[in-house]
């Protein structure tokens, strides 16, 4: 009998990981990450960088997301907490673009 727990978890994606570990390069070292549902595309990995960036990834499911975050060091699974949004820097670039300018 082969451990269930070992064939259940997921492998993250090579692709997946090189991104975030860039995204965390370039903005600060560190960083967190939520992971969010997206149904049947997968989950979102929303990155935030120690200097207020926001980036994404997109994964097949959550677990992958969180199994991106264990393999990127320097990066924190976190929540849309407090301290999470805070962190959060947004330029006026980006908010024309949330407004669909």
């Not at 995204?23 to 595309?41: D, I, P, T, W």
């Not at 979102?44 to 264990?70: K, N």
């Not at 907490?81 to 805070?86: F, G, K």
């Amino acid at each position: 009998m082969g451990d269930q727990n070992a064939a259940s978890k997921p492998v993250p994606p090579a692709a997946a990981v090189n991104a975030a570990r860039r995204f965390v390069a370039e903005h600060g070292q560190s960083g967190r990450a939520v992971v969010q549902y997206l149904g049947q595309k997968g989950a979102r990995l929303t990155l935030v960088g120690e200097d207020g960036a926001l980036g994404d990834v997109i994964v097949p499911d959550v677990a992958t997301g969180e199994a991106v975050v264990a393999e990127v060091e320097g990066l924190e699974l976190a929540q849309w907490d407090l301290d999470t949004t805070a962190q959060v820097k947004i330029g006026s670039r980006h908010r024309h673009r949330m407004g669909g300018r």
